[in-house]
Structure formats: structure tokens, C-alpha cells
């Protein structure tokens, strides 16, 4: 049995000899990724970071914050991010991101039950990279889903306090070179 399962995920990965030292070794000149973005709840994303998973040409995972342009960690909100991997480092700036999203109109509002989604997509384009990720270049769309029921005052929705309840999920794919 165990033998038939080793088999299976050896064809799955490709079986070649090539192909799976390649794959033991992590070793990548780039393609296709696809990325997955926990964002931080908090302003001071450098205490508390977010979560980032790449998979496909980058398969890592690490934490993500906000960083200034040369790719130091800030505590000031910023449209760059320091991607911080366990095989290095990946600088993105999210400027078009951030721009269609904070653009976009409620696709779902409720003013009944002060609830609403918001959903946009846009551009993110890696600046600069360590470790690993010394010399990449590439870009990936980011799609981001807000959804969110908003605390009532005096009968009507308010957006002067936090979301009582909300939903964040981020996602995006792109390709890269390194």
C-alpha cells in the first residue's frame, strides 16, 4: 500500500528523474504562482503581520508588512510590502492593488442589516528580492473581498466604529522570473 501511494505522488510530480531533483531541491527559474494574503488587523503590521502562501514557482509561505520603498519594515501604512519567506525576502508594491480597491463601490449593501461586500482586483509588481528571490522580477493581480456587517447607532449603520463582523480573503496569481 504504501509503495502504490509513493508511486502515485511520484507520477503526480512528474516521475522524471529531472523533474523530481528539481522539485527535492526547490530549485526555480520562475512561472506560474499563485498567492494567498492573510492581512494584518492591526496598523502596526511590523508587531502584527500578516500571512502570505505562494505556491507554483514560489512554494513559500512567511509574513507579510509594510515597508518603506528601499524595502525597510515601517509602521506607517504603506502601498509596499516586505514579503519576509523562509528562503528569503520578496518587496512588492501594491499601489494599483490598493487603488482599485479603495475605489470600489459595494457590489452587495444591505442598509437594513448594515452589511455590505466590496470586491476589486488590480496589479502588484515585485520591486526587488533577497535570498532566494535575489533578482526576481514579475507581477501577479491581486483580488481582495471585503465583506462586512457595520455597528448601528441611533437605528442607523455607522462606519465611525470597527466592522461588529467582517471577512478579508485576498488572492491572486501572476508569473515571475528568477
Same mark, same amino acid.
Given at each position: 500500500?504504501?509503495?502504490?501511494? /509513493?508511486? /502515485?505522488?511520484?507520477?503526480?510530480?512528474?516521475?522524471?528523474?529531472?523533474?523530481?531533483?528539481?522539485?527535492?531541491?526547490?530549485?526555480?527559474?520562475?512561472? &506560474?504562482?499563485?498567492?494567498?494574503?492573510?492581512?494584518? !488587523?492591526? *496598523?502596526?503590521?511590523?508587531?502584527?503581520?500578516?500571512?502570505?502562501?505562494?505556491?507554483?514557482?514560489?512554494?513559500?509561505?512567511? *509574513?507579510?508588512?509594510?515597508?518603506?520603498? +528601499?524595502?525597510?519594515?515601517?509602521?506607517?501604512?504603506?502601498?509596499?510590502?516586505?514579503?519576509?519567506?523562509?528562503?528569503?525576502?520578496?518587496?512588492?508594491?501594491?499601489?494599483?492593488? *490598493?487603488?482599485?480597491?479603495?475605489? &470600489?463601490?459595494?457590489?452587495?449593501? !444591505?442598509?437594513?442589516?448594515?452589511?455590505?461586500?466590496?470586491?476589486?482586483?488590480?496589479?502588484? +509588481?515585485?520591486? $526587488?528580492?533577497?535570498? &532566494?528571490?535575489?533578482?526576481?522580477?514579475? $507581477?501577479?493581480?491581486?483580488?481582495?473581498?471585503?465583506?462586512?456587517?457595520? &455597528?448601528?447607532? !441611533?437605528?442607523?449603520?455607522?462606519?465611525?466604529? !470597527?466592522?461588529?463582523?467582517?471577512?478579508?480573503?485576498?488572492?491572486?496569481?501572476?508569473?515571475?522570473?528568477?
Amino acid at each position: 500500500m504504501r509503495r502504490g501511494v /509513493l508511486v /502515485l505522488v511520484a507520477a503526480l510530480l512528474g516521475a522524471g528523474a529531472p523533474a523530481s531533483a528539481a522539485f527535492a531541491a526547490g530549485g526555480s527559474t520562475g512561472g &506560474a504562482t499563485k498567492v494567498w494574503v492573510t492581512p494584518s !488587523n492591526s *496598523t502596526t503590521s511590523v508587531k502584527h503581520p500578516g500571512k502570505v502562501v505562494f505556491t507554483g514557482a514560489i512554494g513559500d509561505y512567511g *509574513t507579510s508588512v509594510s515597508a518603506t520603498a +528601499t524595502g525597510k519594515p515601517s509602521k506607517k501604512k504603506s502601498t509596499y510590502k516586505l514579503l519576509k519567506l523562509t528562503k528569503g525576502t520578496i518587496l512588492v508594491t501594491t499601489v494599483g492593488f *490598493t487603488k482599485a480597491l479603495t475605489s &470600489a463601490s459595494p457590489s452587495t449593501s !444591505n442598509t437594513t442589516t448594515c452589511s455590505f461586500v466590496v470586491s476589486a482586483g488590480g496589479p502588484v +509588481t515585485i520591486v $526587488k528580492g533577497t535570498g &532566494a528571490y535575489s533578482g526576481i522580477t514579475g $507581477k501577479f493581480t491581486l483580488t481582495g473581498t471585503f465583506a462586512a456587517i457595520l &455597528a448601528k447607532k !441611533n437605528g442607523a449603520c455607522t462606519t465611525k466604529s !470597527n466592522p461588529v463582523g467582517s471577512y478579508v480573503a485576498i488572492q491572486g496569481s501572476g508569473t515571475v522570473s528568477f
